[in-house]
């Protein structure tokens, strides 16, 4: 009770989490504050603090019950509520939604929904933030028909947000994998007179990508094409992610030259995808080739360009090439990670040339603080190497400490040595 009542001293700091209550008072149980004597005081304090809404007798408790429901305390949420109402105020919209959420987010979902007929049958307009909450929870839940019943109930009572309902259910449809209730819910979307949106178009692309096959996304890249609606950089990393999990490099660049090897606004994305399709083959006369026509059509080349290639030269130890990208690198002033490093070593160490690491570090400054700024989706083609994997886990383990990329090196090496010494000596 003292907690809570504590707690209520202040809604407008709750609303926005900015108050901590001490933590000595965190220790009562929370049966102390739940029951009738505990609800009738913070109601009293409630009265005397205003929050009665003139003649009306409205009610505004929602930013105790966000509290209530942070605290996994819905139960006392729902004795305060009851409480108010036994005495003839009426909670107001904000109150009523914050309830909702209260019981979605401790799995509530039936409560939740009591709240949400209680909304929609009195003159109260739902926002569709709160509907996108809640449909979220039956997502989470699995409860795909009734975000389906959700969503007839909104469009039914015609709330002028029918566009972005469809979107949020084509939405929770996607995340959880259900193609078939998307793509009907789509048709149903069009049917009705409304537009798909750029934001609704590239994530039917995505969800495809990630849960459908190569055949139904590429599909629906085609009806994304047709309906004029620009695929964009979500999108475009979708799809490639898709391809290169089945290792189909030649039809990744196929797509790639489809959405344009002239588009700007994705930065270098699709060059570098380009490139990474070659790489993955270790088409190394291409991969130079379309190095060179990036250049040529004015693009600049960024760490991940350099690294594709940094990484198809290490796997093939072309160790002169790979001092040349280095060259190319510090002249174009884009400063090497930790993939970068690990390239090196690994290309070196394989071949036992130890003795020569000086002459590719000494174009780098290995005194830098090791950091990873490769596009991730090299590494679904290429994966880690040993030194990326090792220095990681090196750097997980002592956060606490901050490494060079010179200690790093002597560390690898070492581990190196002992594990080659390890060997003969069996």
């Given at each position: 009770m003292e907690v809570l009542s504590f707690l209520s001293s202040s809604p407008s700091l709750l609303l926005f989490g900015s108050l901590k209550p001490k933590p000595s008072r965190l220790s009562l149980r929370q049966n102390d504050s739940s029951n009738p004597a505990s609800i009738r005081k913070i109601t009293w304090n409630w009265k005397k603090r205003g929050n009665i809404r003139g003649a009306d007798k409205y009610v505004e408790l929602a930013s105790l019950i966000h509290v209530l429901g942070r605290k996994r305390m819905p139960h006392v949420a729902e004795q305060l509520f009851l409480e108010m109402k036994s005495e003839g105020f009426q909670p107001n919209l904000a109150t009523l939604s914050a309830l909702m959420l209260c019981y979605a987010d401790n799995g509530l979902l039936s409560q939740a929904r009591s709240i949400w007929d209680e909304i929609i049958n009195s003159s109260f307009v739902p926002n569709i933030e709160l509907v996108a909450y809640l449909m979220d929870a039956y997502r989470m839940m699995g409860r795909f028909d009734e975000i389906m019943r959700l969503l007839n109930e909104v469009i039914s009572r015609d709330f002028n947000m029918c566009p972005q309902i469809y979107s949020l259910a084509i939405s929770c449809f996607g995340k959880g994998g259900q193609l078939e209730l998307m793509e009907a819910m789509?048709?149903?979307?069009?049917?009705?007179?409304?537009?798909?949106?750029?934001?609704?178009?590239?994530?039917?692309?995505?969800?495809?990508?990630?849960?459908?096959?190569?055949?139904?996304?590429?599909?629906?890249?085609?009806?994304?094409?047709?309906?004029?609606?620009?695929?964009?950089?979500?999108?475009?990393?979708?799809?490639?992610?898709?391809?290169?999990?089945?290792?189909?490099?030649?039809?990744?660049?196929?797509?790639?030259?489809?959405?344009?090897?002239?588009?700007?606004?994705?930065?270098?994305?699709?060059?570098?995808?380009?490139?990474?399709?070659?790489?993955?083959?270790?088409?190394?006369?291409?991969?130079?080739?379309?190095?060179?026509?990036?250049?040529?059509?004015?693009?600049?080349?960024?760490?991940?360009?350099?690294?594709?290639?940094?990484?198809?030269?290490?796997?093939?130890?072309?160790?002169?090439?790979?001092?040349?990208?280095?060259?190319?690198?510090?002249?174009?002033?884009?400063?090497?990670?930790?993939?970068?490093?690990?390239?090196?070593?690994?290309?070196?160490?394989?071949?036992?040339?130890?003795?020569?690491?000086?002459?590719?570090?000494?174009?780098?400054?290995?005194?830098?603080?090791?950091?990873?700024?490769?596009?991730?989706?090299?590494?679904?083609?290429?994966?880690?190497?040993?030194?990326?994997?090792?220095?990681?886990?090196?750097?997980?383990?002592?956060?606490?400490?901050?490494?060079?990329?010179?200690?790093?090196?002597?560390?690898?090496?070492?581990?190196?040595?002992?594990?080659n010494q390890i060997f003969w000596n069996y």
């Open positions: 789509m048709k149903e979307m069009v049917s009705s007179g409304y537009a798909v949106d750029s934001a609704t178009g590239n994530a039917f692309i995505e969800y495809y990508s990630i849960f459908g096959s190569l055949t139904d996304m590429e599909i629906a890249y085609g009806r994304l094409k047709r309906s004029r609606i620009l695929i964009e950089e979500d999108g475009i990393r979708a799809v490639a992610s898709a391809y290169i999990r089945k290792k189909s490099f030649y039809k990744l660049g196929e797509f790639l030259r489809d959405v344009g090897l002239a588009r700007r606004n994705v930065g270098n994305l699709i060059w570098n995808l380009l490139l990474l399709s070659y790489a993955g083959n270790f088409k190394m006369k291409t991969l130079q080739r379309e190095f060179l026509r990036m250049l040529e059509s004015g693009f600049s080349p960024d760490l991940t360009t350099f690294n594709i290639r940094a990484l198809a030269f290490s796997k093939m130890s072309l160790f002169w090439d790979i001092h040349l990208s280095l060259e190319h690198m510090k002249h174009e002033r884009v400063i090497p990670d930790l993939v970068t490093f690990g390239c090196i070593l690994d290309a070196y160490l394989d071949k036992k040339l130890g003795r020569n690491l000086d002459f590719a570090l000494n174009a780098m400054d290995i005194d830098d603080v090791p950091q990873v700024l490769t596009d991730p989706l090299v590494f679904e083609v290429f994966g880690k190497g040993d030194f990326h994997l090792t220095s990681e886990a090196l750097l997980e383990s002592n956060r606490w400490r901050k490494y060079t990329y010179r200690e790093l090196i002597s560390i690898y090496v070492k581990k190196q040595y002992r594990s």
